[in-house]
């Protein structure tokens, strides 16, 4: 607000402000055309007056104007006014005929001019005309002329000298000597009168002020169009040829009409700015006079509920603005677009007599509230969703915490059932190896440990549902669909198998035991909902079978002497990705489906030809195996042991079983669990 408040002081708003409401005031005059008073003649010495033989000379002999005087006067003009200032002595003999005509015609308004004594600058003394003694009334004619742009838009009507005399504009002086002669009273030595938002002419005639208390009145200009004639105008050669005077009267009447006298032609130059177009000096006056006569008022609109309007816009939009959903931010702006833009200004302009102080405040503070509310509102955002980032990273992953925080994402608190990749890690043997650490030993070690997974978890951009001690429960996907799912899952499981040989390396200088953690991974379908006690505690979490078999399948590490075991599932998606061994086909507790589990050894490309040369001997035992062949089966297992490969003692012991007591002639080779 303040940012607007500062630019509507400044010039460039100013001028806009001046072009806008000149449109606006164009399109009201051709829309609402304004009456001209039929009370109103001018009289021009125009370019045909300046070529006639008879005149011959600018400015004319002063007894030249006698004629003119004399016929209007014979006419019965109400008022003649001169837009001439006569002050200084030409020809006696001229003169004395000017004289006499004036005084004759007895309705002969003569100007006169303000100006400073020459002794003394700061005095504001009165130049009267010559005539003064013999003209019905004087006035003065400077113009209120805009600093800015050079514009007439008003005029003051009366002005006082440094002593105090008051004196009656030109317009003004007419109107009242008009009005004198009408009513047949006395309004031209009456004293001035403001009252308010008004100027009084006379007693009983009101005139709205441009503003409150402003001592000025706004002229509505009609244009005067040479091809439709609107204004009652005639030239002045044609008045003081009495012979075409005489017949000018056959179809037009002076009887009680204004007549103004003074230049239009172009050469002379006495010429001014209105609104939008270029007009001689005389009808700026005769403009003036009609919006009286006519009553077509002008004023500008209350610049303190103008004010209060502008601001009730910036907060409209900046309210508005502030709202998440597109359907209100787009209703909202149209809206106040409308009606702040188009249906106010032209009701104002169209309906009414008031002119807009800022109309190109309007547009400005409307687009300054909108750039200014989604700046700030970018802003604030934008450092609210860091702080929430941060926070939020403490849980999910970077990722998962931009895709929350996106505009796209719609949180969804209900169940759900997807297919997803499950994650579950422990330390082996943990709870011996807790035992050793004192209380503050345990945390600071659960905390390094904890933290480093964690990190290698988020950076694979997964979902920590929850820790258990040392264990890790993790989810991927959850929230969105994503094909990578279940390599993002192996990669992690990898990483944190790298990681804990490093972190063995430093346990060890510690004089901690090796550190070892078992891996279990699934993927498949699972029911993601919000577990909660409404308003108190909520937990998001995933359930159903493949979770119960991701944590069985890090449970079977410990029978296979493995430490990443992954399902069917994971293999059949990433088996072009990562290598894997096979290890078996079993059955967890309490289900009777059996699945294959493999044994994540590394990523394809990368992993050494020892490993290959194991997996290719233990897949081969295990072939025979399943074929019923033990003894050959355990040749190779027992070859296995001097590998450093434990995945073989399992097996080693069912061959001995076996070979003493042959299973079964159904039997499958599935493994069924016992435990959980």
Same mark, same amino acid.
């Given at each position: ?5 500062l630019l509507s002081k400044t010039e460039i708003l100013y001028f806009q402000d001046?072009? %806008?409401?000149?449109?606006? +005031? ?12 039929? $009370? ?28 003119? !005087? ?18 200084? =002595? ?18 002969? %308004? ?6 400073? $004594? ?11 005309? *010559? ?18 742009? =050079? ?17 009656? =504009? ?19 030595? *009456? ?47 044609? &008045? ?44 700026? =006056? ?23 309007? *502008? ?25 106040? !677009? ?39 509102k970018y802003l604030i955002e934008n450092k609210n969703k860091a702080k929430l /980032?941060?926070? *939020? ?95 993002? !899952? ?78 069917? $599932? ?22 009777? &489906?059996?699945?294959? &589990? +493999? ?68 039997? /499958? ?8």
């Open positions: 607000m303040l940012l607007v408040v001046k072009k %806008i409401q000149n449109a606006l +005031y164009w399109i009201k005059n051709n829309i609402n055309t304004n009456k001209i008073s039929d $009370d109103i003649i001018i009289i021009e010495i125009d370019n045909k007056t300046l070529e006639d033989w008879r005149l011959w000379r600018f400015p004319f002999d002063r007894k030249d104007y006698a004629p003119v !005087i004399n016929s209007l006067k014979e006419a019965w003009a109400a008022i003649i006014a001169f837009d001439i200032i006569f002050t200084e =002595h030409t020809s006696t003999w001229s003169d004395l005929i000017l004289s006499n005509s004036i005084k004759n015609a007895w309705n002969v %308004i003569i100007g006169s001019y303000f100006t400073h $004594d020459k002794n003394n600058p700061d005095v504001k003394i009165f130049k009267k005309s *010559l005539f003064n003694d013999v003209i019905l009334t004087t006035w003065f004619f400077t113009p209120k002329i805009d600093a800015l742009n =050079h514009v007439v838009y008003s005029l003051y009507p009366f002005g006082s000298t440094t002593k105090g005399k008051v004196y009656n =504009h030109f317009s003004i002086s007419i109107l009242k000597a008009y009005y004198s002669f009408i009513y047949n009273k006395n309004f031209i030595n *009456l004293p001035q009168k403001i009252d308010n938002n008004f100027y009084y002419l006379t007693p009983d005639k009101e005139i709205p002020l441009a503003r409150k208390w402003s001592k000025e009145l706004l002229i509505n200009y009609v244009k005067n169009d040479a091809f439709i004639k609107n204004w009652n105008v005639f030239s002045f050669i044609d &008045i003081y040829d009495k012979w075409k005077f005489e017949t000018i009267k056959e179809y037009s009447s002076f009887k009680d009409k204004i007549v103004i006298i003074w230049t239009s032609a172009q050469w002379i130059k006495d010429i001014f700015y209105t609104p939008n177009w270029i007009e001689p000096w005389v009808y700026v =006056h005769a403009n003036m006079i009609n919006t009286i006569l006519t009553k077509n008022y002008l004023q500008y609109f209350d610049k303190n509920l103008e004010y209060i309007l *502008l601001f009730l816009l910036i907060l409209l939009s900046v309210y508005f603005n502030f709202s998440r959903s597109w359907i209100i931010l787009l209703a909202s702006n149209i809206s106040i !677009i409308v009606i702040f833009l188009l249906i106010f200004p032209f009701v104002v302009i169209l309906k009414t007599y008031l002119v807009l102080n800022f109309p190109i405040e309007l547009l400005v503070w409307l687009v300054l509230s909108l750039a200014m509310s989604n700046t700030v /980032n941060k926070a *939020l990273s403490e849980y999910v992953s970077v990722d998962v915490a931009k895709e929350i925080l996106s505009w796209e994402w719609k949180l969804n608190l209900d169940w759900e059932n997807k297919k997803i990749a499950i994650f579950f890690s422990d330390i082996e043997w943990f709870t011996s190896i807790s035992e050793k650490f004192s209380p503050e030993e345990l945390v600071w070690f659960l905390r390094e440990y904890l933290s480093d997974m964690s990190d290698i978890i988020m950076d694979e951009k997964w979902f920590i549902n929850k820790y258990e001690w040392d264990a890790i429960m993790a989810l991927w996907w959850v929230f969105w669909d994503d094909e990578d799912k279940s390599k993002n !899952i192996c990669l992690s499981a990898l990483k944190q198998q790298e990681k804990l040989k490093e972190l063995n390396k430093i346990w060890s200088k510690r004089g901690f035991s090796e550190i070892k953690a078992r891996i279990g991974m699934h993927l498949g379908e699972a029911i993601i909902w919000n577990i909660w006690s409404e308003w108190r505690k909520m937990e998001f979490t995933a359930l159903w079978d493949s979770v119960n078999l991701a944590s069985r399948l890090e449970w079977v590490n410990k029978f296979y002497w493995t430490y990443v075991c992954a399902s069917e $599932d994971i293999y059949d998606k990433e088996k072009e990705n990562f290598e894997f061994r096979y290890l078996d086909k079993i059955k967890v507790k309490w289900k009777e &489906i059996p699945v294959k &589990i +493999y044994e994540l050894l590394w990523i394809k490309w990368e992993v050494s030809s020892d490993k290959l040369e194991i997996k290719e001997l233990f897949e081969k035992a295990v072939t025979l195996y399943l074929n019923r062949e033990f003894i050959k089966a355990r040749t190779i297992f027992r070859k296995l042991i001097k590998m450093w490969d434990n995945a073989w003692k399992m097996y080693l012991d069912m061959c001995e079983i076996y070979i003493k007591n042959p299973p079964w002639d159904d039997w /499958n080779g599935v493994a069924t669990m016992t435990w959980k």
